[in-house]
């Protein structure tokens, strides 16, 4: 038999324009995999023409986000790379401290921390279940069909937040509003930057509020364990208030309407998310193969650095592609399948070193919740239209689904 000689690999195109589009909505761009397997670094050129590098494997990744001493994430940074012209006056008008290094990150971050304690959560987790179940009546008694995605995807994690926070749920239109403004690709600078103060001065409002009407929430007790002892500012407050906001709304939305999705795509991703004594391991695999952020973190290199082979120079920035580590083939077997069989813990998806996310035990229980209480209690759940007609998040920071239409 004569033997089909393989192709000859199309050689990588020279610095190309970034982001990339996607070929298909639920696979990163392909030139992801292609760059991972020439090697751990590929160069960009962004919006203003300047040069980055895409940091594409696994171990780099997290190599780098370790190195806070040579790598920046200081988002004020002149030289921090952006995916937008928008971004970098959001980027430096940021105040809170996932735009810091240290020392000032762990000065203000370890305020923060028993607030996300996994005891904390745990003691949220009864809520949590409570609200999933309210949403779901909700729905039912809504009855065929809705759109998941502008619904419950929408209102449990602002539900959940509200209840952590203390803030009123009627605002969480104005909060998603903010949030989607600042994570958004298409905006213009003055857009984003006034959703981005509209925000921390609601937060600031909240704030005030809680002083004079406390209650048992995490605006309560950070007034009472740091800002009355003079250690946090009010409008230092504020600002990290906004940045929780925001963290918690759009990410967990886009991973239950994502994961939805492909539960609805995918028999046996349905089978194991819809059970309780299985869901842990569906969850995790599917935030390893969504990776709803897109283009963070993001570092500036302080100084020289060598990574295989290809030296970073002063200045440069860097994007640390998560959804890139998260398919990287060295660390998951087979990985663009989604398998809920293997062991996804390694998976990147809440970052990594000093900047690892805050909320992801709060993220992870409310979707360990919602899966199975919504495949549970509807049974006969299926997408209401085809494929086609589903339009994915291409033009946002976090990537997910604008709508769901779904019937049961
Ligand atoms: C599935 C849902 C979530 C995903 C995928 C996610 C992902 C991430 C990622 C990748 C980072 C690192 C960003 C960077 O280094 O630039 C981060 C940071 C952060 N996240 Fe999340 N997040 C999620 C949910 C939440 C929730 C529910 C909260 C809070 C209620 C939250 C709060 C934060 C905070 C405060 C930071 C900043 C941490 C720091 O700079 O020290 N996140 N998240």
């Known amino acids: 038999m004569v033997a089909i000689p393989a192709p000859a690999a199309t050689a990588l195109p020279d610095a190309p324009r970034f982001p990339f589009g996607r070929e298909c909505p639920f696979h990163p761009p392909s030139l992801y995999a292609r760059a991972r397997s020439a090697g751990p670094l590929f160069a960009v050129t962004l919006w203003n023409g300047r040069r980055a590098w ?201 991973m239950i309407g994502m994961g939805m999705l492909l539960c609805l795509r995918d028999e046996d991703l349905r089978r194991r998310a819809a059970d309780p004594a299985s869901v842990d391991a569906a969850v995790e695999e599917l935030l390893r193969f969504i990776t709803p952020v897109q283009f963070s973190p993001r570092r500036v290199a302080l100084e020289d650095v060598e990574i295989g082979g290809t030296t970073v120079r002063k200045g440069e920035g860097l994007f640390l592609l998560l959804a890139s580590a998260n398919r990287d083939e060295r660390v998951f077997a087979d990985p663009d399948r989604i398998d809920c069989a293997r062991d996804a813990t390694d998976h990147l998806t809440f970052g990594y070193g000093i900047h690892q996310c805050l909320g992801q035990t709060l993220a992870r229980y409310e979707l360990q919740v919602i899966y199975p209480a919504l495949l549970g209690r509807l049974p006969g759940l299926r997408l209401a239209v085809p494929l086609e007609e589903i339009r994915f998040k291409d033009d946002m920071q976090i990537y997910g689904v604008h709508n769901l239409p779904v019937a049961w």
């Not at 209840?163 to 298409?186: K, M, N, Q, W």
């Open 54 to 254: 895409l940091v594409t494997r696994h171990e780099e990744i997290r190599a780098v986000l370790m190195d806070d001493r040579r790598f920046s994430g200081a988002m004020a940074h002149p030289d921090f790379p952006t995916v937008t012209e928008a971004r970098v006056t959001v980027d430096r008008n940021e105040r809170a401290f996932v735009g810091m290094d240290n020392p000032a990150h762990d000065h203000y971050r370890r305020m923060f921390t028993r607030e996300f304690s996994v005891r904390r959560m745990l003691a949220l987790k009864a809520r949590i279940q409570a609200i999933a179940d309210a949403v779901i009546d909700e729905l039912a008694a809504h009855g065929p069909p809705a759109d998941l995605a502008g619904t419950l995807a929408v209102k449990f994690p602002s539900l959940v937040m509200s209840a952590l926070i203390g803030s009123p749920y009627e605002d969480h239109r104005f909060i998603i509003d903010c949030a989607v403004g600042r994570h958004g690709l298409t905006q213009t600078p003055g857009e984003a930057l006034e959703k981005a103060r509209a925000l921390a001065a609601y937060f600031r409002r909240l704030i005030d509020d809680k002083e004079a009407r406390p209650g048992d929430d995490l605006v309560s007790r950070v007034i009472e364990s740091h800002v009355k002892p003079g250690q946090l500012s009010r409008d230092d407050f504020a600002e990290i208030g906004a940045m929780i906001l925001r963290a918690g709304h759009d990410t967990t939305t886009n």
